[in-house]
């Protein structure tokens, strides 16, 4: 692990303490090199979303340093703040929801776009333009489990989930559209501990397909859950947020690269939900996000010459 690495988590997880507390005027850019410091969360296709902005900026001769799979968003978005790391593809209504707490973000892209916007504009940091893409929280089971129970959606699953296990990564047990609103908004409560397992990686998909858990959080975008047969339970109550990919990015980095954010909203003008869908599943199979991701921009003509 570099130096650069170290430094960010281990201040991050210090500035994560406080939650990014408005009462101390954020520090200035840590980082005033010439290069764009792209950070991503500690899950497959953050990671991807990472590397498609950041070869696209390369390819337009912006240059990239890269912090992938630096952590969740309690480390992630506190490293930002600070400047720590300069730009992060992020899903708007959790980013709001991290933010502002229950109740803060909706199911209309438009107005958690605005609202994040706002949030955000304190800390430095602005918002560039909103993905058609979407992932969301999705809680998956086998069709097994699904025949089994009847299951279709999340009002089925309060019926029995007191007889079924729940494995998911280790900040679902607070986070509002995890474990708490499955209790606060359908009643929810499963029978056994929660399992601890990775943000909707590799871990949880083979936890669930092989039966180690019953349910399990993944992402709504994720191929594993076409390449395993899993059933994603409908959120008939409205519990997630709409979650477009939104880059988030230091106001400062805007001020150096004047030709940034153009670049940056033309890969999100194209980025689709079923796109993203696609090029998980690569992932799951086995491909490199940077084998995955110069493949979509050469394809939509993003990529370098």
């Known amino acids: 692990m570099g130096a650069r690495r170290?430094?960010?988590?281990?201040?991050?997880?210090?500035?994560?303490?406080?939650?990014?507390?408005?009462?101390?005027?954020?520090?200035?850019?840590?980082?005033?090199?010439?290069?764009?410091?792209?950070?991503?969360?500690?899950?497959?296709?953050?990671?991807?979303?990472a590397e498609i902005y950041a070869q696209a900026l390369e390819a337009a001769d912006v240059r990239v340093k890269r912090?992938?799979?630096?952590?969740?968003?309690?480390?992630?978005?506190?490293?930002?703040?600070?400047?720590?790391?300069?730009?992060?593809?992020?899903?708007?209504?959790?980013?709001?929801l991290f933010f502002e707490g229950p109740g803060s973000a909706s199911a209309d892209h438009d107005a958690n776009h605005q609202a994040l916007a706002s949030e955000l504009n304190g800390f430095g940091v602005t918002t560039l333009d909103a993905s058609p893409a979407e992932d969301q929280n999705g809680f998956a089971v086998t069709s097994e489990t699904a025949s089994r129970f009847g299951l279709q959606t999340l009002s089925d699953l309060a019926h029995v989930a007191d007889r079924l296990t729940f494995g998911g990564p280790p900040e679902c047990v607070r986070r509002p559209s995890c474990l708490p609103g499955?209790?606060?908004?359908?009643?929810?409560?499963?029978?056994?501990?929660?399992?601890?397992?990775?943000?909707?990686?590799?871990?949880?998909?083979?936890?669930?397909?092989?039966?180690?858990?019953?349910v399990a959080l993944l992402f709504t975008s994720d191929g594993a859950i076409e390449l395993n047969n899993f059933v994603v339970l409908q959120d008939d109550l409205g519990l997630q947020p709409a979650e477009n990919v939104t880059p988030v990015v230091r106001k400062g980095v805007l001020e150096r690269f004047p030709g940034l954010a153009g670049v940056a909203n033309a890969v999100s003008a194209l980025l689709t939900t079923d796109a993203l869908r696609s090029m998980n599943a690569e992932v799951a199979s086995g491909a490199q996000p940077r084998t995955i991701a110069a493949g979509w921009l050469e394809r939509n003509g993003l990529g370098g010459t």
């Open 6 to 49: 170290i430094l960010v988590l281990g201040l991050a997880l210090v500035l994560s303490a406080s939650a990014c507390d408005r009462t101390s005027e954020p520090p200035p850019d840590l980082d005033r090199d010439d290069a764009v410091t792209i950070a991503s969360f500690n899950f497959p296709e953050s990671v991807l979303l």
């Open 67 to 96: 912090e992938t799979a630096l952590g969740t968003r309690e480390l992630v978005m506190p490293a930002l703040v600070q400047g720590l790391v300069e730009f992060v593809p992020e899903y708007a209504g959790s980013a709001l």
């Open 182 to 214: 499955l209790e606060s908004t359908y009643g929810i409560h499963f029978g056994d501990e929660v399992s601890t397992l990775d943000s909707g990686g590799p871990r949880t998909v083979a936890a669930l397909a092989q039966g180690t858990i019953d």
